[in-house]
């Protein structure tokens, strides 16, 4: 193929071909005859101005001279290599495109992170590990930072009010069609109608998507937002931490993992295992504390969190004192719940069960840079003038008792005509997680004794038919510090964008309705709020895409202006979730502890109870702890 290539001049193929054929040779160990396949293809790559072959080129070079133990000539060809892979990201319009393209060039950054380490082994004093970690930044969630900065300027202003007008009627037009789907799945229908109204439904969801990139490339506001840059480690000690407070930063690897610990004026780096050891860990642990059979087992719990503490912590356990710990996680670490951690060097035949929550408050972070983002982003923004908005227990319905006025028998007949959205697959983000709409009768005690807590004048509530998707849209959430949601949440790791908060799906009439807060709904609000509680399951889960990290509903609430949002890792007894979050608000608003104190103190207090880590564990906050 080579040769006919060259004879019809067709140099883009013609480099192409080079590189499947070093590829060839260097499988075959054949590592020299790669290299030199590879160097004719790179100048070709650059002639023709095939920006993606060139950078592909030069990190097929930077791997074989890292095979060859040329070290520090390996990083100069990756380093290359990533100039052009940030270069051709930027230029990607859409925000999805973009973590997509992003997701795909993973494994170069990882290679740069390891060689970096490598060096570092080598060269401890020269700062590779300080180089290392800023590639680990550079890796992850760049996509968010992004959209929390622009986030920080209405990109709608000065725009083409044809724009601005078409954007509202395709709203209109995608919650026409939400109801009229959930009207005709909570009948009889034909496969076929299914389809159409689904296909009509993700038509005008990507009319709408193309429709917010052309608003993002026209507007002025957008046009003058510089890109944000992932922090250095110098910039991280100056900006994001103080002397309480320690950084862990995570990246898995298929050989090596690594972990950095950075205070406010020193790091320190650490060779983990492969991802694949640490994985099989965390799996035990969460089997551990979520298993109906397992989770009241604080001996079991206790053994296996022993063991991943042992992999992740152990190594970094004289620096932990009893300071904050900012965990930014990586992968299936996300979804892990650090406060259940054992503290190290702590035995539980001898000591009992001691996870980190003794010792520390524990704030997890999408990435280092995420939190330096959010603070120059609402620095300016002045405190609401009112304490609390509570939307609790909603009715999801027409059988619900606040229609009937009877408690209606739970019978498979019952469940199938009351529960259409699970019972005939209404939504595929519910179908895929398995949700059943079942009243959660405790929100309404959670949310009667946060009352309790506050001035009439400084809070509000929607409760019933009134906890629907009109007031949960509403601009008046805005004058509020908090905004409270005790109901259903789910996270769809297929389809993030489906992810959501369950309102009201029956109106005072009992006719269905709209009732799904959806992540592009989520990212549509304007919330300039301190705290967003979503009590609820599964709310601080979301998919986990390569270098964005879990895209969810934390993240959507962080765009719409939440300084922080406190959301859970797994199905949640509602019980002991008003047992936890009664705790939270009275260490907020009594003892006016910050949200992440009074988490911890809530926390502390069902473990002193000896209640297992299942029902308080799954609590976590995201974003800003000062």
């Known amino acids: ?128 590990d300080a180089k290392a970690f800023h590639a680990s930044e550079r890796s992850r969630a760049r996509t968010l930072l992004e959209l929390l900065n622009e986030a920080s300027v209405n990109i709608r202003q000065g725009i083409d009010p044809k724009l601005a007008m078409t954007e509202r009627k395709l709203q209109q037009q995608l919650n026409t069609i939400e109801t009229q789907r959930i009207q005709l799945l909570s009948g009889e229908y034909t496969p076929e109608q299914k389809a159409n109204i689904e296909q009509t439904r993700d038509k005008l969801i990507d009319e709408y998507d193309k429709l917010r990139n052309k608003i993002r490339t026209t507007s002025p506001n957008y046009a003058a937002l510089t890109q944000p840059q992932p922090l250095t480690l110098k910039k991280v000690q100056q900006q994001v931490l103080d002397n309480d407070t320690l950084l862990l930063q995570y990246s898995l690897g ?37 298993s109906p059979r397992e989770r ?82 609402t620095k300016a923004r002045k405190l609401a003038p009112k304490k609390v908005a509570i939307i609790a227990d909603p009715v999801f319905s027409p059988e619900d008792v606040r229609l ?28 895929d997680v398995g949700i059943k709409w079942d009243r959660l009768p405790a929100t309404r005690t959670e949310a009667e004794v946060i009352m309790a807590l506050i001035p009439e004048s400084e809070r509000t509530q929607a409760f019933d038919f009134q906890a629907n998707r009109k007031t949960a849209t509403s601009q008046e959430l805005g004058k509020y510090q908090i905004v409270h949601f005790a109901t259903h949440g789910f996270a769809n790791g297929k389809q993030p964008e489906l992810s959501g908060v369950v309102m009201s799906l029956v109106d005072k009439n009992g006719n269905w309705q709209n009732g799904f807060l959806r992540l592009n709904d989520i990212f549509n609000l304007n919330l300039p709020v301190e705290l967003v509680v979503l009590s609820a399951c599964q709310t601080a889960r979301g998919k986990d895409i390569k270098g964005e990290g879990l895209v969810g509903l934390t993240r959507g609430f962080m765009y719409a202006g939440a300084k922080r949002v406190v959301g859970s890792l797994w199905y949640v007894d509602d019980a002991a979730t008003a047992d936890l979050m009664s705790q939270f608000y009275q260490g907020m608003l009594k003892q006016e502890l910050s949200p992440v104190e009074a988490l911890r103190a809530a926390q502390m207090q069902m473990l002193e109870s000896g209640i297992s880590p299942y029902y308080w564990g799954a609590f976590t906050l995201q974003g800003e702890w000062e």
């Open 1 to 128: 193929a080579l040769p006919i290539l060259q004879q019809v001049g067709d140099r883009g193929g013609e480099a192409t071909t080079l590189n499947n054929l070093g590829h060839v040779y260097s499988d075959l160990g054949e590592k020299q005859t790669a290299l030199n396949y590879y160097q004719q293809a790179l100048p070709i790559d650059r002639q023709v101005g095939v920006r993606d072959g060139e950078a592909i080129t030069l990190y097929n070079i930077a791997l074989l001279k890292r095979d060859q133990g040329k070290l520090t000539e390996s990083l100069t060809f990756i380093e290359k290599s990533l100039e052009i892979i940030e270069d051709l990201r930027i230029k990607v319009a859409s925000a999805e495109l973009r973590a997509s393209y992003f997701a795909t060039v993973q494994d170069e950054y990882q290679f740069y992170i390891d060689l970096l380490m490598q060096l570092h082994k080598q060269n401890p004093n020269q700062g590779y």
């Open 254 to 290: 298929e050989e090596s993992s690594y972990l950095w610990a950075v205070t406010k004026d020193s790091i320190h780096s650490y060779q983990l295992p492969p991802e694949a050891e640490i994985k099989n860990a965390a799996i035990e642990l969460m089997v551990r504390i979520t």
């Open 296 to 377: 009241n087992d604080t001996a079991k719990i206790d053994s296996a969190a022993d063991a991943l503490t042992e992999i992740i912590l152990k190594p970094v356990a004289e620096k932990l004192n009893k300071k904050r710990l900012l965990i930014v996680a990586d992968r299936f670490l996300q979804e892990i719940p650090f406060s259940a951690l054992s503290i190290p060097n702590t035995d539980g035949e001898s000591d009992g069960y001691q996870p980190l929550i003794v010792n520390h408050e524990i704030v997890n972070l999408p990435s280092a840079t995420t939190i330096a983002n959010i603070r120059n982003g």
């Open 404 to 431: 009937t006025g009877k408690t209606t028998a739970s019978t498979s007949e019952n469940r199938s005509r009351a529960f259409p959205l699970e019972a005939k697959q209404l939504d595929r983000a519910a179908r």
